[in-house]
């Protein structure tokens, strides 16, 4: 994969993991030791571990 497609890639699978994040209640959110506001910070570092490899329909 060229490192263009793996940029993109990245970039979705943030996007992604920001999204299903914000699906989950502040109680969820609070047990996996986040709270909303570091949604987006935290995305950056372990998105990969957060939503599947697969595509994930979220909601």
Do not use: K, N, T
């Amino acid at each position: 994969m060229s490192r263009r497609c793996e940029g993109s890639a990245g970039y979705l699978g943030r996007r992604i993991a920001i999204a299903c994040l914000h699906d989950l209640d502040d109680r969820a959110l609070r047990d996996i030791g986040l709270a909303r506001s570091q949604i987006e910070p935290a995305s950056g570092s372990w998105w990969r571990f957060v939503c599947s490899p697969s595509p994930v329909a979220c909601g």
